[in-house]
């Protein structure tokens, strides 16, 4: 196992652990809110469950605290030329992989996890938004934002780190896949950094990306590219990029 692997398996079991006790103390303390959480993704599970009959039966059921925000580990998507054009062709186009998400899955046999969101849904769903203004999420968001800024400053940028009031116009991805999404990356290409960037906001409510702190310069670097073609030709590349929350490891 390399270093990454092993860094990205600590974060994985880390954060699932505090996600299974975050909720369970909002079963116990917020029973209402856990209640409207259950029942929202209970109805995403069942239409979930009409509209894919070939795949219900590897389907299993769990407990809502060990569903509602759980761990997947490089999860597969899929989209097609239908998705973009309504067409009918069923054809595979490029579906990224990100490198760990949070999200509410569906267990499936041989103990994998798949995030609800890959499945088409409702159109009125609220899964992700609920669950995304949940106290512990959004004080978690607000850390991620507040550490971001801290890493960046130095370097003369900065992030609007507001979210004490939830802002739905604030967010880019209306129907993620997943509600957080981590790119572990220790490559100092810039392009391809900016590609773990589009990967993760396309994907997550909640990007982020994490780099060694030895890296961290070239990210820096790329960022600055982009706010530099944002305020040079007006093309709102940086408006985007800085959707992304920013981590280093020493």
Do not use: W
Not at 15 to 23: C, D, N, P, R, S
Not at 34 to 48: A, D, G, I, K, P
Not at 120 to 141: S, Y
Request: hydrophobic share 35%; aromatic share 10%.
């Amino acid at each position: 196992m390399s270093l990454t692997q092993d860094f990205q398996k600590q974060v994985q079991e880390k954060m699932e652990e505090y996600f299974i006790e975050k909720l369970k103390q909002l079963k116990n303390t917020q029973s209402i809110l856990f209640r409207n959480l259950t029942e929202e993704y209970n109805r995403q599970f069942s239409y979930v469950e009409r509209h894919y009959p070939n795949r219900k039966r590897y389907f299993r059921s769990s407990e809502p605290e060990y569903v509602l925000l759980s761990d997947i580990t490089e999860p597969n998507t899929y989209y097609t030329q239908d998705d973009c054009h309504q067409n009918g062709n069923n054809a595979s186009i490029y579906s990224p992989r990100i490198d760990l998400t949070f999200s509410p899955i569906i267990k499936k046999s041989r103990g994998t996890n798949e995030s609800i969101g890959v499945y088409k849904l409702t159109q009125d769903i609220n899964l992700f938004k609920e669950l995304h203004q949940v106290p512990f999420v959004k004080e978690l968001e607000l850390k991620l934002k507040e550490a971001t800024n801290e890493n960046l400053k130095s370097h003369g940028l900065t992030y609007d780190i507001s979210c004490e009031e939830h802002n739905e116009n604030a967010y880019i991805n209306k129907r993620p896949l997943h509600l957080f999404g981590i790119e572990i990356e220790n490559q100092k290409n810039a392009k391809h950094l900016m590609g773990d960037f589009l990967n993760a906001i396309s994907l997550a409510r909640i990007p982020v990306v994490i780099v060694p702190q030895e890296r961290l310069i070239s990210l820096v670097n790329m960022l600055r590219f982009s706010l530099t073609i944002n305020e040079l030709k007006e093309v709102p590349i940086y408006e985007m990029l800085s959707k992304v929350n920013i981590l280093y490891t020493s």
